[in-house]
């Protein structure tokens, strides 16, 4: 039955999530959550030195580095969706100035006001809560331009030189959308932010539950176990975690109480329930370091330092734990174990929610689970579940190990 079962994954669904996964629309959205990283990190580091200037007040304040990175996220969204649903559509011709045209539409359908000659936008709007705006109007203007390019206007003319021609091509599509964003936001009243916060906000809320915790960290860990890297969920987990943690920074400035447990610092930066990488896979690596067999022992010398960063694509594809049936399942299960543990217990108040922005996922832990956390008893909580861990990898290991020993004994 497993010997089906790891066929069928092998021969049919995973070369269907890849089709999938490779449709330029989705993997338009995958690769801007890329683009932006740097831009996330850059904002999650001067938060991350904001903890050390809470208790250093003397340190210079570096909020602006955050305010106009961090801070401009939603409009660099929209930048890069259009910029790269532009190159993998093959429109090259249109790549930068329909991103600069999707920059235009934002501000536009964030129905800015004009006061006294000053120029004035909800800041909310254009940072980390506008990201599912920004995609959608990334999207929205990368469709225009697609369409008008398949209409092929003015290709091959003869009779115009080729600079009038660009122009023209690059006029007509500008006026369509911006006409239509005109239209929506100025004609209509409507307000496409407010409209998009309603929609998503059940989705935003579902992923603060125990279930929608579970799943968030769950599904991620089925294609990854075939070879599909997590960062294709990038495009659904990245808005979901940003406005989590912008909303539980926001609360704790107001004197208020972070409540959304769904954030990137709880499922990466706390380095908890990706201890060692996705999975749990740390205590599997400090098993290997033993092993009899001299591949597990070889690859746990290896990957023992990128583990102990909480990296573990050497880990999960050199012992491999990528398509190996004997250790595909503890690391599902350590997916569902992991996340309700830290869920329940930031839940009922026994380890603090975080609510400041660290998304440097590479801190070893326990110190980052302390770090982010800002609760010492985020250290019973680490060893707890590294013991859960350990115990849900321990007899997948031992038969995995002595099939390894036997190979190699008959190799020998």
């Known amino acids: 039955m497993m010997k089906n079962l790891m066929t069928w994954l092998s021969d049919v669904f995973a070369p269907k999530a890849r089709q999938v996964f490779a449709n330029p629309w989705i993997d338009t959205v995958a690769s801007t959550m890329k683009k932006v990283l740097p831009i996330i990190l850059t904002g999650s580091l001067i938060f991350f030195y904001n903890v050390f200037r809470s208790y250093l007040p003397f340190l210079p304040d570096l909020s602006p580095i955050a305010n106009f990175s961090f801070g401009l996220l939603a409009i660099f969204v929209a930048f890069f969706i259009t910029h790269e649903a532009m190159l993998k559509l093959g429109h090259g011709q249109y790549q930068i100035n329909a991103s600069l045209i999707s920059v235009a539409a934002y501000l536009m359908l964030c129905r800015p006001q004009v006061v006294d000659g000053v120029f004035q936008i909800d800041n909310g709007r254009i940072g980390p809560a506008g990201i599912m705006m920004g995609i959608v109007v990334g999207l929205y203007v990368a469709i225009v331009f697609h369409l008008y390019a398949k209409l092929h206007v003015l290709e ?112 990466f930066t706390a380095a908890l329930i990706t201890m060692g990488g996705r999975g749990g896979t740390l205590p599997l690596n400090v098993l290997m370091l033993g092993s009899k067999s001299r591949k597990l022992k070889t690859m746990g010398k290896i990957c023992i330092g990128p583990s102990l960063f909480n ?39 026994l380890l603090n929610i975080p609510s400041k922005m660290v998304q440097v996922g590479q801190i070893p832990a326990p110190f980052s689970s302390v770090m982010i956390t800002e609760d010492w008893r985020a250290v019973p909580v680490y060893i707890v579940l590294f013991i859960l861990y350990l115990l849900t990898w321990y007899p997948f290991y031992k038969v995995y190990e002595r099939q390894c020993v036997e190979e190699e004994a008959n190799a020998a």
């Open 156 to 267: 091959n003319n003869d009779t115009l030189p080729d600079f009038v021609s660009d122009w023209i091509n690059n006029i007509i599509p500008i006026t369509l959308t911006l006409g239509i964003a005109m239209v929506f936001a100025n004609v209509l009243k409507l307000d496409l932010y407010n409209m998009l916060v309603s929609l998503f906000m059940p989705l935003q809320k579902g992923a603060q539950t125990l279930p929608g915790f579970i799943l968030i960290c769950f599904v991620p860990i089925i294609f990854y176990s075939m070879g599909i890297s997590s960062w294709v969920f990038n495009a659904v987990t990245t808005p979901i975690f940003i406005v989590a943690i912008a909303e539980n920074i926001e609360a704790v400035a107001n004197g208020g109480a972070a409540m959304n447990i769904a954030t990137s610092e709880a499922v």
């Open 311 to 349: 990296i573990n694509e050497p880990l999960m594809f050199g012992a491999p734990v990528v398509f190996n049936p004997l250790l595909m399942l503890p690391i599902m299960i350590n997916s569902i174990v992991g996340p309700a543990v830290v869920w329940l217990t930031m839940h009922y108040g």
